[in-house]
């Protein structure tokens, strides 16, 4: 799939994640087609919704965890169509001064994040794909747009499970860690097979050579993302056990991390 596949942006009939997501949080930036994946999605697990927002609110916990360490400088990749509390909202509540950069390859996203951030000093929107990790660190450096020599929060959303094997996940993660100084936070979510299969069959094929393409990964696989760090407990699980112990189990399940670079 070409890079232009790879970035829905304004077509109609092309199923996007980001407007998937939206829909799910209850926005209003989505096509007919994004409703109808969410709501064969929603048949069979009715509490995706409520997972969607357990992921929003594990996000704004990583973020506040991170801030609250003394990271100043915030990185959103594949941000999404934003969504309030805002990384910088969230971040810029414990320390206003923060950073933060927001970086989605979907045009719309950019289009939105743009007019969002219009009047926000020291918040930007940059247009471009995880998949070309080094172009996006190499315009975050050109830009003094990051400071790799002070810690950063490396915030990766819902994102992974669309990068498929042959497009090196792994390695686009350990592009960022190891230009990451020591003191920076890592923050993933990552859907997991654990997931019911009918949610799986069903997710795969409505997605199936769209830029949307989906690929559950097992949490052993999920925890090797934090190669390099030192994990926090409770480590890779899912998410909304990051939030609290009382939250139900879903049927959709989705992995939350939170990792460390000590050195």
């Not at 007919?32 to 709501?39: F, M, P, Q």
């Not at 669309?162 to 020591?182: C, H, L, N, S």
């Not at 009918?198 to 696989?221: G, M």
Request: aromatic share 8%; glycine share 6%; proline share 7%.
């Amino acid at each position: 799939m070409s890079d232009v596949d790879r970035a829905p942006g304004l077509n109609p009939n092309v199923p996007s994640s980001a407007r998937i997501y939206d829909y799910m949080l209850g926005g209003k930036d989505n096509y007919d087609i994004d409703r109808e994946i969410a709501h064969r999605m929603l048949a069979i697990a009715p509490d995706t919704k409520t997972l969607a927002w357990f992921i929003r609110q594990f996000l704004v916990k990583a973020v506040e965890l991170a801030a609250d360490a003394g990271v100043r400088q915030f990185i959103d990749l594949g941000a999404g169509i934003p969504t309030s509390p805002n990384v910088h909202e969230t971040a810029r509540k414990i320390e206003p001064s923060s950073n933060v950069v927001y970086i989605d390859n979907d045009p719309i996203v950019h289009a939105h994040c743009d007019a969002l951030l219009a009047h926000s000093p020291g918040v930007t929107a940059l247009k471009a794909d995880i998949r070309q990790p080094d172009d996006i660190i190499d315009r975050l450096k050109t830009g003094s747009l990051i400071d790799f020599n002070e810690p950063v929060a490396l915030l990766i959303i819902g994102v992974l499970h669309y990068v498929m094997d042959d497009e090196d996940p792994y390695g686009i993660v350990a592009k960022f860690r190891d230009v990451m100084a020591p003191g920076s936070y890592l923050a993933l979510t990552h859907g997991s097979n654990d997931t019911h299969p009918d949610f799986i069959s069903q997710s795969q094929d409505d997605t199936n050579h769209s830029p949307s393409q989906v690929l559950y990964r097992s949490k052993e696989q999920t925890e090797a993302f934090f190669d390099g760090f030192d994990m926090l407990a409770p480590g890779v699980v899912p998410a909304q056990e990051w939030l609290d112990d009382d939250l139900p189990a879903t049927r959709l399940v989705i992995y939350g991390g939170i990792g460390h670079k000590s050195a």
